[in-house]
């Protein structure tokens, strides 16, 4: 059986797309979502959340996160 297949079947990670062309599969862990882009569509707002969210995320994750 395929890992992601089983991983995805156990709730361990969650897998969104077709898989086809232009809608690959996006795996992330559950509860993670609010981490997820929201889309070139989004509104400006909803960005501006993200970013503010993520900004929030990453100063979490205290001195072993290194960006660049």
């Known amino acids: ?8 079947q156990q709730g361990l990670i969650c897998c969104s797309g077709s898989g086809y062309r ?3 599969f996006r795996y992330r862990l559950p509860g993670h979502e ?3 882009w929201p ?3 989004a509104s ?3 960005k501006q959340a993200w970013r ?16 660049k």
């Open 44 to 46: 400006e707002e909803e």
């Open 52 to 67: 503010e969210h993520r900004a929030a995320h990453m100063r979490g994750l205290g001195e072993g996160w290194v960006g």
């Open 34 to 36: 609010p981490l997820l």
């Open 39 to 41: 889309g070139y569509n």
């Open 22 to 24: 232009g809608d690959s």
């Open 1 to 8: 059986m395929n890992p992601d297949l089983w991983a995805t």
